[in-house]
């Protein structure tokens, strides 16, 4: 599949060897929201209306920082530029939209914005205490796992925007220097098999979407990755499929040290 020889934007040149995938999505009380935020205008006219109910890792956080580049690709008009090496464009010009729309909302945020999650960790048990209403993450089957760990309630449902939800696809690597090159290969040789990809896609396990070009595969296998459990905090493979690709990773850096700028905590 093409998306599965570009490592964030970059091309692998045959040197990784994929065996995930990762979409960001959000996480919601259905219980107490009947209809999520389906775009970033959407979702900050409900942070203003719901003020203290929503909030997102701190930057560096992987977590964080992707929330901030699924607002931006939402936000922007000129979305090539996102794909070419930041120092192509006029950043400050580029990112204004991102800002604008976190100076709007910042104030309304968990604890007025003054402090931040740790991390995803952090994030769920906020949103399992009832801190707040909306978290995310950037494995769809995350928030069926936490409920079948009762981490979570069971009212938690899952959302992705309209436009389109960030998606990226995970590898593994072997050193240049790696002291058993050939069982290194072995390992990475298995992670991409039917039989460990389906027992990783299973939310009792972990829930990691696999690689595979399910069609692709013989009938019996096919039916191993059909007969996976479904869950009702889970978004099925089709309301999934309207993906945006990663930013060119330049981004990250001038993303991460702007937020840290204007709006850290200690």
Do not use: C
């Not at 978290?135 to 796992?145: D, G, K, L, R, T």
């Amino acid at each position: 599949m093409p998306d599965t020889i570009f490592d964030f934007g970059i091309p692998t040149d045959g040197l990784e060897s994929p065996w995930g995938r990762a979409q960001f999505v959000f996480g919601y009380n259905s219980k107490k929201i009947k209809a999520p935020p389906r775009s970033a205008s959407e979702l900050g006219a409900w942070i203003k209306m719901n003020p203290g109910k929503f909030t997102y890792p701190q930057p560096p956080d992987f977590i964080g920082t992707s929330f901030l580049k699924q607002l931006l690709i939402q936000l922007v008009d000129d979305k090539d530029a996102l794909y070419q090496s930041s120092s192509n464009s006029d950043a400050t010009h580029l990112l204004k939209p991102l800002w604008e729309w976190l100076n709007e909302t910042h104030p309304f945020m968990w604890r007025n914005g003054t402090i931040f999650p740790s991390g995803s960790s952090h994030l769920l048990r906020l949103l399992g205490d009832g801190e707040i209403d909306i978290a995310m993450s950037f494995n769809p089957a995350e928030f069926a796992y936490a409920v079948e760990q009762e981490i979570l309630s069971k009212e938690v449902k899952s959302f992705i925007f309209d436009k389109g939800s960030l998606a990226n696809v995970h590898f593994v690597t072997i050193p240049f220097n790696a002291t058993s090159p050939d069982a290194a290969k072995i390992v990475a040789n298995f992670l991409l098999t039917p039989e460990a990809q389906v027992r990783k896609a299973n939310i009792k396990f972990w829930g990691d979407p696999t690689v595979l070009d399910i069609n692709k595969l013989p009938e019996e296998f096919k039916m191993n990755f059909r007969q996976l459990p479904v869950h009702q905090s889970m978004l099925s493979p089709e309301e999934l499929q309207n993906i945006v690709p990663e930013p060119h990773p330049s981004w990250v850096e001038v993303i991460e040290e702007e937020w840290q700028k204007n709006y850290a905590t200690e």
